[in-house]
């Protein structure tokens, strides 16, 4: 079993919560809840894994507060 690092924001417009794994073309998705958001980002990487392992083109790092 391998780890991915998501990346997890919230439409203002829609409501719904969004996420994406960075550089893993194709994995990303949404959902009502945190629940749904992780359970259909899972089920799009398993599929998206179907076609073997990618080469993640970034690596997350983290974030930072930049004060203006």
């Known amino acids: 079993m391998k780890n991915y690092t998501a990346i997890l924001e919230k439409d203002s417009d829609t409501g719904l919560y969004v996420g994406y794994v960075p550089g893993f073309p194709g994995a ?6 945190l629940d749904e958001l992780q359970k259909n980002l899972r089920e799009v990487i398993e599929m998206l894994l179907e076609d073997g392992e990618p080469k993640l083109e970034t690596e997350f790092i983290g974030t930072q507060t930049i004060a203006v």
């Open 28 to 33: 990303h998705s949404q959902g009502e809840s």
